[in-house]
């Protein structure tokens, strides 16, 4: 009876194969795509962010003061509002450094180990309001073709994995 539906199941084999194939290559061709528009993205809170600590650097130097004597002033204040401005201010200060030392991180990385850096330098916030509006692309660029050859290779991985554990009981029955 085996080797009745031999055949069929062969090609049926075959076309799944192919299918995760594909699949695998276009998520993950996509990749490059995903990761200009988080930069896009990423950039604009870095520069809106850089933009409003600009306005408290300048109101310090108003005053001559340096930002930290300026931040240290509102946290020493024993005013709750100005303690609550100092925190406030405290908090850009070091969200502008987190978002410079993650742009910078991802704007050096290569191809090959950029997914790597996205996952270690990744803002998810950002990475949320990119996905909710991504565009997805067509991948011509170098790193869309390698991205697009690994998602091939990964792909049919996990279907030739996923076949091996599923016919390795049944080979078994074979054999009886």
């Given at each position: 009876?085996?080797?009745?539906?031999?055949?069929?199941?062969?090609f049926?084999?075959?076309?799944?194969?192919?299918?995760?194939?594909?699949?695998?290559?276009?998520?993950?061709?996509?990749?490059?795509?995903?990761?200009g528009?988080?930069?896009?993205?990423?950039?604009?809170?870095?520069?809106?962010?850089k933009?409003?600590?600009e306005?408290?650097?300048?109101a310090a130097?108003?005053?001559?003061?340096t930002?930290?004597?300026?931040?240290?002033?509102h946290?020493?204040?024993?005013?709750?509002?100005?303690?609550?401005?100092?925190?406030v201010?405290?908090?850009?200060?070091?969200?502008?450094?987190?978002?410079?030392?993650?742009?910078?991180?991802?704007?050096?990385?290569?191809?090959?180990?950029?997914?790597f850096?996205?996952?270690?330098?990744?803002?998810?916030?950002?990475?949320?309001?990119?996905?909710?509006?991504?565009?997805?692309?067509?991948?011509?660029?170098?790193?869309?073709?390698?991205y697009?050859l690994?998602?091939?290779?990964?792909?049919?991985?996990?279907?030739?994995?996923?076949?091996?554990?599923?016919?390795?009981p049944?080979?078994?029955?074979?054999r009886?």
């Amino acid at each position: 009876m085996f080797k009745m539906i031999r055949k069929p199941l062969q090609f049926i084999d075959g076309i799944v194969d192919r299918i995760c194939s594909v699949i695998g290559a276009v998520a993950l061709s996509q990749f490059p795509q995903f990761f200009g528009q988080y930069m896009q993205r990423l950039g604009g809170h870095l520069d809106e962010a850089k933009r409003a600590l600009e306005q408290y650097i300048r109101a310090a130097e108003a005053l001559d003061l340096t930002l930290e004597e300026y931040i240290r002033e509102h946290l020493q204040s024993g005013s709750e509002i100005f303690v609550s401005s100092g925190e406030v201010i405290q908090g850009l200060v070091e969200r502008v450094n987190s978002l410079e030392q993650s742009y910078q991180a991802l704007e050096g990385a290569t191809i090959y180990n950029r997914w790597f850096v996205f996952l270690r330098e990744v803002d998810w916030s950002i990475a949320s309001g990119t996905w909710e509006n991504f565009v997805p692309g067509v991948p011509t660029t170098v790193e869309g073709i390698t991205y697009a050859l690994a998602g091939l290779l990964i792909g049919w991985g996990i279907y030739a994995f996923f076949k091996m554990i599923i016919t390795i009981p049944a080979g078994g029955l074979r054999r009886r």
